[in-house]
C-alpha cells in the first residue's frame, strides 16, 4: 500500500514539474519572438476605427455557428477586426479560433487561386478550367463506375445551407453517400 501512494506521488510530482517546465519553455519560445512582432496598441489606438477603413459586419467562417465578427477593411485589405457585441448567435464573443480569422484570412500560406500539379510542379491555372477539369472528371468516374462510386464529404466550417447544398448536389449526381469529416 505504501509503495503504490509513493509511485503515485512520485508520478503526480513528475507530471506537474513537467507541466511546469512546458508553459516555461513555451512562454520563454513565444515571449522572444512576440518582442520583435508585436507591439503594445495604446487606449487611442483601440478605441478609434484604424485610418481610412471601413468597418463591415460579417460571419465568421471557420465552423458552422456563425458567429458575428466586424472587420474593418481599407483599401480591399482585412485590417483588424473585433467582436460584433449585438451579434444573435455570438452575443459579443469569440472562440480562439473565431479571434484568430483575420490572421486566417491573410496568411501567405493561403490559396488564392486553383492550382493543378503538372509534370511534378504546382502550376496556377484559372477557376473555369480547374471546374471543367474537376466536373470532366466526375463525369467520367459516373460514366465508368456508377454514381455510388463517388462520396461527397462536408465539413464543420460549413453552414447548414451549405450543407443542404452539398446533399442536393450528391442527390442530383445520383447518390447518397454523404457524410461528415468528424466520423473520418
Not at 510542379?121 to 473555369?128: A, M
Request: contains cysteine; charged residues 25%; aromatic residues 8%.
Amino acid at each position: 500500500m505504501d509503495t503504490i501512494n509513493t509511485k503515485a506521488k512520485n508520478r503526480r510530482a513528475f507530471l506537474k514539474m513537467s507541466a511546469l517546465a512546458g508553459a516555461v519553455g513555451i512562454s520563454q519560445a513565444l515571449g522572444s519572438e512576440s518582442k520583435e512582432i508585436l507591439k503594445k496598441a495604446s487606449g487611442s489606438e483601440l478605441s478609434q476605427a484604424y485610418p481610412g477603413s471601413q468597418k463591415i459586419k460579417t460571419i465568421c467562417t471557420h465552423c458552422s455557428v456563425g458567429c458575428g465578427i466586424i472587420a474593418e477593411v481599407k483599401d480591399g485589405v482585412w485590417v483588424r477586426q473585433e467582436v460584433a457585441q449585438d451579434h444573435p448567435i455570438s452575443q459579443g464573443g469569440h472562440c480562439c479560433k473565431g479571434a484568430d480569422m483575420i490572421d486566417r484570412a491573410r496568411s501567405q500560406t493561403r490559396l488564392r487561386y486553383p492550382i493543378e500539379k503538372i509534370n511534378g510542379q504546382w502550376v496556377r491555372t484559372d477557376w473555369d478550367s480547374a471546374m471543367g477539369k474537376v466536373a470532366s472528371s466526375l463525369q467520367d468516374i459516373r460514366s465508368k463506375y456508377g454514381p455510388d462510386s463517388v462520396m461527397f464529404i462536408g465539413s464543420a466550417k460549413v453552414s447548414n445551407e451549405q450543407s443542404y447544398y452539398i446533399r442536393k448536389f450528391a442527390a442530383f449526381f445520383g447518390t447518397n453517400n454523404i457524410d461528415h469529416q468528424a466520423r473520418i
